[in-house]
């Protein structure tokens, strides 16, 4: 099973950046496709950003233009980086790897634990 370990979370003055790292102990991220999601309290969980195996990305309205997320496939990590952070952008992040099939059997989805980012004066 894929272990997806993340960190950069913390607290953030509005305006400020942040930048959420996830990485796998294998190489799995050379071969799948990743994205970030998001939950504010009380609200569903939401799709912030992905990015394929090609390096193709695609954000969410509310982050465009502020987020940027990036693969480096020799670390087996996925980065998200966060600038002119918002008040809005309070939430707990996940790190995500969806179902694929590797040719021969199933795997994933999988998940990260969650990271508290929260963005407050």
């Known amino acids: 099973q894929v272990q997806l370990v993340e960190s950069g979370g913390g607290l953030v003055q509005p305006g400020g950046s942040l930048r959420l790292s996830c990485a796998a102990s294998?190489?799995?991220?050379?071969?799948?496709?990743m994205g970030w999601y998001r939950q504010a309290l009380g609200k569903e969980r939401e799709l912030v950003a992905t990015?394929?195996?090609?390096?193709?990305?695609n954000y969410a309205d509310s982050v465009k233009d502020r987020f940027t997320i990036s693969r480096d496939n020799a670390k087996n990590t996925v980065y998200l980086q966060m600038n002119s952070l918002k008040p809005e952008d309070t939430a707990v992040y996940y790190c995500?790897?969806?179902?694929?099939?590797?040719?021969?059997?199933?795997?994933?989805?999988?998940w990260g634990k969650g990271l508290l980012v929260t963005v407050s004066s």
């Open positions: 995500h790897v969806p179902r694929w099939y590797d040719g021969s059997a199933w795997w994933g989805p999988y």
């Open positions: 294998n190489s799995i991220f050379s071969t799948v496709a």
């Open positions: 990015i394929t195996t090609d390096g193709v990305t």
